[in-house]
């Protein structure tokens, strides 16, 4: 498979509202938002904590009415007007869980994992639509079929994504784990307790390079590379000695320098234990002696965990750092664990240096699903 894969148009709803503006202005002013508590009498559970998107309709579906907002303002980026062939790949922990979780059961079911095609129907795309369920990790492997789906010629272009909704199901199993934390998310903190929950989506307008140049569009994002891989080991945590999220990492840099070529690394960082130390170990392996000096953003500190939709979130923030060309502070940090010895900017914003515009985002989900990938900016 070869080709340039490019990225011409980016959208995201998330729990600060709507639109990547939005996304970049809550970045830049890195703070705490505290979770919400959802208007459903059946949440019977200790902590039914999430971040909420700002819309009150928690009986509409949520997950694809994100999804649109977002592939709206991602077309309207890119410039495209009256498409209609199009593909689209949507990530997704839950697919749309609320339609069949309004009461306790009932006649009727109907198939969560619709979104592609619930999304693509109400745009008028009639190309192929892909559902992809990995869990945690699904955004990020929806962004690499699309990668590999226009390498191989199978697509010239798509909208690609996550979205996650309210799911009173999916908290709740979380709740019997104990691991949602009381407070909020606070990835890399000596005392975090778990993770938060959020809603959102995040769409990006991906396309051969010979599309784009065939229609006029300036393409200043690169697709640049992506690596999956799977643990194979427990249901729920990753796996101690991180070999395949390193993996994962290692292929989608690519080689012959490639970990040289990251400004910056989106972490997939939840709060959880486990997996915040295992990601921190995991780095320092893969960037060796630069890790001290290499720039983390974590998003999640910010939103909270959008579960599948997280990668694709965290492929549009990188996009927006790439585009103003510099790594916002992170969410002021309580006190960071020793065990995670990253850096996470805390006073102010970091330029890309020259040479280094490309940023690493992780996702990684239940099962031990592993998805990395990379995007790159032109230079200044």
Request: hydrophobic share 45%; glycine share 14%.
């Amino acid at each position: 498979m070869t080709g340039e894969v490019v990225v011409t148009g980016i959208g995201a709803v998330t729990c600060h509202g709507g639109g990547t503006d939005t996304l970049w202005r809550a970045m830049t002013a890195a703070g705490v938002r505290r979770p919400d508590e959802p208007a459903d009498p059946l949440a019977v559970m200790d902590l039914p904590r999430i971040n909420l998107v700002p819309d009150p309709d928690l009986r509409a579906a949520r997950a694809t009415r994100f999804a649109v907002a977002a592939a709206r303002e991602a077309l309207a980026d890119a410039g495209l007007t009256g498409l209609s062939e199009a593909a689209v790949v949507l990530g997704s922990c839950m697919g749309e869980p609320g339609l069949n979780e309004r009461g306790r059961g009932g006649a009727e079911w109907t198939a969560p994992f619709r979104l592609a095609s619930a999304t693509a129907a109400q745009l008028g795309l009639a190309g192929v639509a892909h559902d992809v369920g990995n869990a945690c990790s699904a955004g990020g492997y929806a962004l690499g079929m699309a990668y590999d789906m226009v390498r191989a010629g199978e697509a010239d272009v798509l909208l690609v994504g996550g979205s996650d909704a309210y799911s009173r199901v999916a908290l709740g199993c979380f709740n019997r784990l104990g691991a949602v934390d009381p407070d909020r998310c606070r990835p890399f903190e000596t005392d975090r307790a778990g993770t938060v929950f959020a809603e959102g989506a995040g769409i990006l307008v991906v396309e051969s390079a010979a599309h784009a140049a065939a229609r006029g569009a300036q393409a200043r994002l690169t697709l640049a590379g992506s690596g999956w891989s799977c643990d194979a080991g427990h249901v729920t945590a990753p796996h101690e000695d991180g070999e395949q999220i390193v993996r994962a990492m290692r292929e989608a840099v690519g080689p012959a320098g490639g970990a040289g070529a990251i400004g910056c690394v989106i972490p997939h960082g939840t709060g959880t234990r486990l997996g915040d130390e295992v990601e921190s170990r995991a780095l320092h392996r893969v960037f060796g002696e630069r890790t001290p000096d290499l720039p983390l953003y974590s998003l999640k500190a910010l939103l909270g965990h959008a579960g599948g939709a997280s990668a694709a979130l965290g492929a549009v923030a990188g996009a927006l750092i790439l585009r103003e060309g510099h790594v916002p502070r992170n969410v002021p940090l309580r006190e960071q664990d020793p065990a995670c010895a990253v850096w996470l900017p805390q006073r102010t914003p970091v330029p890309l240096p020259r040479g280094r515009r490309r940023v690493l985002v992780n996702a990684y989900g239940f099962g031990g699903s592993n998805s990395s990938l990379v995007l790159e900016g032109a230079e200044a």
